[in-house]
């Protein structure tokens, strides 16, 4: 979820109902050499609590250095260590998902962390369930870390090697809970709050982490919520309410830029946008134009258009 849960992101999906949230994972060397720009990631507003920051790192030293650093600096609710990023830039850096093909590496950084971090907060870990199809060692990684002192696992029911293709595969991620005595956190596959509901039931998992749905639709949180408490589901999210979020997401993240420069942050929310956008009416189009626009006029001008009779393709 790089690039996705920044500040802005998670303080609306706080507000449509998430619990638990986790910054975008930060490098820890970044912080370590005191990088502005690695540090931004790090930032949450109180109202955002429960949150933990994310590292990634192959120096159980450094990890933890990197990890007392931010205890300094915001003190947040926990302190995560992924053991699962597929991207190739972060694998290649011995980081994420790399991990799991060295155990004794992967001991040494958690246990580096909960060291260094000592009872100050709580360490937990993000994994895959193993680097591909033919070295699925979950359930061993699971225990290690648990072991290393992390005091809860969410765990991906994907190998990395599989990225984010095919189906996730909640009978491992049941293994690993039923292997271990801290809490483990699914992951893989959620949508809904029936989907939610039902990995609550057919698995020995003490909760669900949802990731990718919530970019395009940042409202499963409280359609989960609805449906968990009450068996029922909450009408469909009108266009008009997704287009009043999508524009005050823009502005937000306009205000929240230091020098306020609209057309950097409209380009670089350009992929946001268009994950929004999906089931919207005329979707196709509305992709093509918003991968152009650079001001919050261009995206009004747009939701304008897609709510009235005017055809997008005239836009």
Known sequence: MAGVTDVIFRQICKELGADVMVTEFVSAEGIMQADERTRKYTEFSDEQRPVGVQLFGADGGRMGEAAKKIIDWKRPDFIDINFGCPVNKVVARNGGSSLLKDCPILAAVASGVAKAVGEQVPVTAKMRIGWDENSVNAVEVAKI?????????????RTRSQGYGGEADWNVIDAVARAVKI??????????????LRRREESAVS??????????????????????????????????????????????AVDSRRNGDERQTLTAMRSRL???????????????MLCQVSSIAQVEDL???SLGTVELAEW
């Not at 870390?145 to 029911?157: F, K, N, Y």
């Not at 809490?183 to 939610?196: R, S």
């Not at 449906?227 to 524009?247: K, M, P, Y």
């Open 207 to 252: 909760g669900v982490m949802i990731g990718r749905a919530a970019m395009q639709n940042p409202w499963v949180f409280r359609e989960a919520k609805h449906f968990i408490q009450t068996g029922e589901l909450l009408a469909d999210v009108s266009v008009e309410e997704r287009w009043e979020l999508v524009l005050r997401h823009c502005k937000l």
């Open 145 to 157: 870390l648990e072991d290393c002192g992390m005091q809860a696992i969410a765990v991906h029911g």
């Open 274 to 288: 268009m994950a929004y956008c999906k089931g919207f009416p005329g979707a196709k189009e509305l992709r093509q």
């Open 183 to 196: 809490p483990v956190i699914g992951n893989g596959d959620i949508t809904c709050g029936a989907d939610v």
């Open 303 to 305: 939701a304008a258009r």
